[in-house]
């Protein structure tokens, strides 16, 4: 114990100096994340970590400078000359990472992609929940996230989508000639819409198109629009069951196609 009390005693103002760099630099990064997040808004650039992860770096990066001779007594220059010196090798064994950064800032000050938007990449479709300085993170509709970095997402084909583009179910019908057309299309939207309920996207409603002629009657399709949180496969089965039961389907046609 009194070696402990000699050494707080002789390196008191050192450990003082350490805990008030480290406190500011904790209150910093938060003022300035909320700052960051605010001035993003107002200039219309999407919001992500990649900004913010930045600017901790630079926060901590510079409290470390400040700590590093009166508290450890290593000349701060003498660290900058070694990484001049190493610079070369540094860069080349993270040219992956430089070359992820540069392309995730591209990526959102291009407004490219931000978080919030429906992408299709590489054949992998979800909603971009994050872009941070290595990589962007892709919910997919099944909640399984893929994780893309930003270089390869930067040099691969993208295709943003609309919800109701990519929530689309058909599910196609037929019904027998002769029948009343709006009545058979106000019954198969009462129907399939009750089976559906909870599955649709909101201002998307259900559409029924009739698409043309059969020797069993007029081929018709019903369209539901999935949300994203719904896989489709399921929103097609709660439709095809609700109309599976109703009277106004041609049932020969059902039986034809299966023979």
Do not use: C
Not at 6 to 31: E, F, P, S
Not at 118 to 145: A, F, H, K, N
């Amino acid at each position: 114990m009194d070696m402990v009390t000699n050494w707080l005693q002789q390196h008191a103002g050192k450990v003082i100096l350490l805990l008030i760099v480290m406190a500011v630099a904790v209150v910093a990064t938060k003022v300035v994340a909320r700052i960051t997040e605010e001035v993003l808004d107002r200039a219309n650039v999407p919001n992500a970590s990649i900004f913010v992860n930045i600017l901790r770096v630079v926060i901590w990066a510079a409290a470390i400078a400040i700590v590093l001779q009166p508290v450890f007594g290593i000349n701060p220059t003498t660290i900058l000359a070694a990484l001049g010196v190493g610079g070369v090798a540094i860069s080349l064994g993270m040219q992956d990472t430089i070359a992820n950064i540069i392309s995730g800032f591209g990526l959102m000050l291009g407004k490219v992609i931000q978080p919030g938007d429906l992408v299709r990449i590489q054949g992998t479709t979800g909603v971009v929940q994050d872009i941070t300085w290595r990589q962007t993170v892709i919910l997919e509709r099944g909640g399984s996230q893929m994780v893309i970095p930003n270089s390869v997402l930067n040099t691969s084909s993208l295709e943003k989508l609309t919800p109701t583009a990519e929530g689309y179910v058909p599910v196609p019908f037929t019904v027998a000639a002769g029948s009343d057309l709006k009545e058979v299309e106000r019954r198969a939207l009462e129907v399939v819409n009750k089976a559906t309920e909870g599955m649709r996207l909101e201002n998307a409603p259900t559409l029924v198109k009739f698409t043309g002629f059969t020797p069993y009657g007029i081929t018709a399709e019903v369209q539901v629009y999935a949300r994203f949180d719904v896989f489709p496969s399921t929103a097609a089965d709660a439709a095809a069951r609700a109309l599976a039961g109703a009277d106004f389907i041609e049932q020969h046609a059902a039986l034809g196609t299966v023979e």
